[in-house]
């Protein structure tokens, strides 16, 4: 027999419905027909035998979920997947899919709220990385005006010509300060490397000893006939020549070779300060060589007057 609420068969013998639980009597028609639901003027079919077929508005559903990246699919996945979700719930039984109109709902709605956050992503990350860019580039600026007046104080300083690289401007501490460890520089620049850039040479290399010996020293002392050596080796002959072959003082030799803070006598010595004395002093042990000395030749072009002014170009 039938169950005149839902329409589930039930044994001949049974009381009750299997499904809705309502009470069946034996005047229940024996075939299967039309029924009302309640709450609603419309009978509801019973199910039919054999496998439901699948909501083909579902199917549509996840097929939109799955090109959720644009917004007219996310908008069709919402829509399909709720028609074919109340139509599978009316259908009693006949229609499935039911599983596949929930996830095109489910990636429908992700794709509502994934899409404002890419549009919004790819707004704001270029002009991220555009304000970053011009950040770095104004530090940059900032590091080379840093590194342009540490190598003009260290020349001032130590009357010793630029530093060599980078790592002598900041190694050691501000305290005992040396022209090998002028403590001037920060020692985030030392490295050669900041916000993003490497500070370099005009061909791309890193300031450093070992790439100012190859390109600069090593060439000059081949064509000298000289064997190759390193910057160490003029510290020791200007140690030898002033120690030993002139009257310079052992305080300020010991100052200009970046040797002092050994003892208190050190601590205390103001040679520093003398800039005159040091000067003075210089000018007379001279520098242990005689340097060639350039000739002057005028660079003039076609000129069609004397009154005008000749440049001179040192060679």
Not at 252 to 281: C, N, P, Q, T
């Amino acid at each position: 027999m039938f169950c005149r609420n839902c329409g589930t068969a039930n044994p001949d013998s049974g009381q009750f419905c299997s499904k809705c639980g309502q009470p069946v009597s034996s005047a229940a028609r024996t075939t299967p027909g039309p029924t009302p639901v309640p709450g609603s003027s419309f009978a509801t079919p019973p199910p039919l035998p054999g496998d439901a077929h699948t909501s083909g508005k579902a199917i549509a559903s996840l097929i939109c979920g799955i090109f959720t990246f644009f917004l007219p699919a996310s908008i069709a996945a919402i829509i399909l997947g709720h028609i074919s979700l109340s139509e599978i719930r009316n259908s009693a039984g006949r229609m499935g899919g039911r599983g596949i109109a929930i996830t095109g709902l489910v990636l429908g709605y992700l794709g509502l709220v994934i899409i404002p956050i890419m549009i919004v992503a790819a707004i704001a990350i270029p002009n991220l990385l555009r304000a970053r860019t011009a950040a770095n580039e104004a530090s940059a600026v900032g590091s080379l005006r840093s590194i342009n007046t540490a190598a003009m104080i260290y020349a001032a300083k130590f009357e010793n010509g630029f530093p060599s690289s980078l790592e002598v401007l900041g190694a050691g501490a501000a305290g005992d300060s040396n022209c090998n460890r002028a403590a001037i520089l920060d020692l985030v620049l030392t490295s050669g490397r900041k916000s993003g850039y490497i500070f370099c040479t005009s061909r791309g290399k890193p300031h450093g000893q070992s790439n100012i010996l190859r390109r600069g020293l090593h060439p000059v002392l081949e064509k000298l006939g000289i064997r190759r050596c390193g910057f160490h080796a003029f510290r020791r002959f200007r140690n030898t020549y002033l120690r030993n072959y002139t009257s310079c003082p052992n305080g300020l030799r010991k100052f200009w070779l970046g040797w002092s803070g050994e003892d208190m006598s050190d601590h205390y010595d103001k040679i520093r300060e003398d800039a005159a004395f040091r000067r003075e002093v210089a000018e007379r042990v001279g520098i242990g060589f005689d340097l060639p000395k350039p000739s002057i030749v005028p660079s003039v072009g076609n000129v069609s007057s004397s009154n005008e002014d000749v440049q001179l170009v040192t060679t």
